[in-house]
């Protein structure tokens, strides 16, 4: 993995995650405003903020790890919405594309949203972050190369020193 990948990565994961944190911290700790579902949702948000903290800080620690940040940039693709669920999560950056009531629209973010409603009365829609996507291709781009390079050298370390 290159080095530009790996740091957007940490950056994106790592600081995506905090800021997460920090913007929900007051409604996480004041529970008087909340009843126990929309407690349980930013329990969930708490959780999910977390995670991508432990998958960039797996890659600062290893550059081969990549299946946490995988998994968390996969939370991060889709956008959905319905009168059942609206669901949509980004760290760090967001270039998203969404298609709602026969018309496309793009939208963009800096720093962490975290958007997960039940019974909401939302028309039904479908979208993409397609920064997360395009790290999501990048990411198992640069696995690809781990297990060829890996196999090299097993290769390579097989052969008898004369």
Not at 27 to 39: E, G, R, T, Y
Not at 85 to 95: I, R
Not at 124 to 141: H, Q, S
Request: charge should be positive.
């Amino acid at each position: 993995m290159n080095n530009f990948l790996r740091r957007t990565l940490i950056v994106v994961l790592v600081g995506g995650g905090f800021h997460g944190i920090c913007s929900y911290w007051s409604s996480i700790v004041n529970p008087l405003n909340h009843n126990l579902f929309s407690a349980l949702l930013l329990g969930l948000c708490l959780l999910i903020y977390t995670y991508h903290i432990y998958a960039g800080m797996a890659l600062v620690d290893n550059e081969e790890k990549t299946t946490p940040a995988l998994l968390a940039l996969l939370l991060q693709v889709p956008i959905i919405s319905s009168p059942v669920l609206f669901y949509k999560v980004s760290t760090g950056f967001a270039a998203s594309a969404y298609f709602e009531s026969q018309r496309l629209t793009g939208y963009w973010n800096i720093g962490s949203e975290y958007q997960v409603h039940l019974l909401p009365s939302f028309n039904f829609g479908i979208g993409i972050n397609i920064f997360a996507l395009i790290l999501v291709i990048l990411l198992l781009k640069a696995r690809k190369g781990f297990k060829s390079t890996q196999g090299q050298a097993k290769e390579l370390r097989a052969e008898p020193i004369a």
